[in-house]
């Protein structure tokens, strides 16, 4: 069974402090990994999609990257901004379009 | 581009009646479309997966009968709550997928049975 696991459930950080957030996973082949930034109250936001281990993607102060076993997202000098809920999912290989979500990780910048 | 839209944002309505969402892809074609759950401070939950003219697949445990979806064009689906009760209420989102492997989510429908 395909398993994705998030670690912190909760994180908060200082504005300008740089910290990681894990996606662990169990998936019987990748075909991708995505993630998601979900403000309260709204549909989650496509970030990125990646597809192979060594892959790695930035937007902003945000930069994602794929092992075999998990993706870290990391964020540099964060803002109060970039306080939400970040989610992760993996898309096993197959025929189904449907990916595993993990329940995510809170995140709070304070000021 | 990929964007997707959702009506109503917010619903309240009376035990015992119907509600439709709808959900649409703004500026691409949607084949696949799907519908998630989700309850407070927990993950999202997929109910049904939708394509366009065919009937949707529900996950086990999402009574059919209960959650109506019809995927009537390339840009359109709906969710239709039949005879909701209280324990109906909670956050609806829809997603669709592009060409690629990736779903664009919808802002989500907050629904309350009253």
């Known amino acids: 069974e395909d398993q994705v696991t998030q670690s912190p459930e909760a994180l908060r950080l200082q504005e300008g402090e740089s910290s990681s957030l894990n996606c662990s996973y169990t998936?019987?082949?990748?075909?991708?990994l995505f993630w998601y930034r979900q403000d309260p109250g709204k549909g989650p936001e496509f970030l990125f999609t990646?597809?192979?281990a060594g892959e790695e993607k930035e937007k902003e102060r945000l930069k994602a990257t794929l092992t075999k076993k998990e993706s870290f997202l990391h964020i540099t000098a964060p803002k109060p901004e970039d306080s939400a809920t970040y989610l992760c999912?993996?898309?096993?290989?197959?025929?189904?379009?449907?990916?595993?979500f993990g329940r995510g990780t809170s995140l709070i910048v304070h000021p | 581009g990929a964007v997707v839209s959702q009506h109503p944002s917010w619903v309240i309505c009376k035990s015992g009646t119907s509600v439709k969402i709808e959900c649409r892809s703004l500026?691409?074609?949607?084949?696949?479309m799907f519908w998630y759950r989700q309850f407070p401070k927990q993950s999202l939950m997929l109910m049904a997966t939708s394509n366009e003219g065919s009937k949707a697949t529900y996950e086990q445990g999402v009574e059919k009968d209960k959650f109506l979806i019809n995927h009537a064009s390339l840009t359109l689906s709906t969710l239709t709550v039949t005879s909701a009760h209280p324990e109906d209420s909670s956050f609806y989102i829809c997603?669709?997928?592009?060409?690629?492997?990736?779903?664009?989510f919808g802002p989500g429908t907050r629904l309350t049975v009253t």
């Open positions: 990646l597809y192979s």
């Open positions: 500026d691409f074609q949607a084949t696949t």
């Open positions: 999912a993996v898309l096993p290989s197959g025929g189904s379009y449907i990916p595993t």
């Open positions: 997603s669709a997928k592009t060409g690629g492997y990736e779903q664009y």
């Open positions: 998936v019987s082949g990748l075909r991708g």
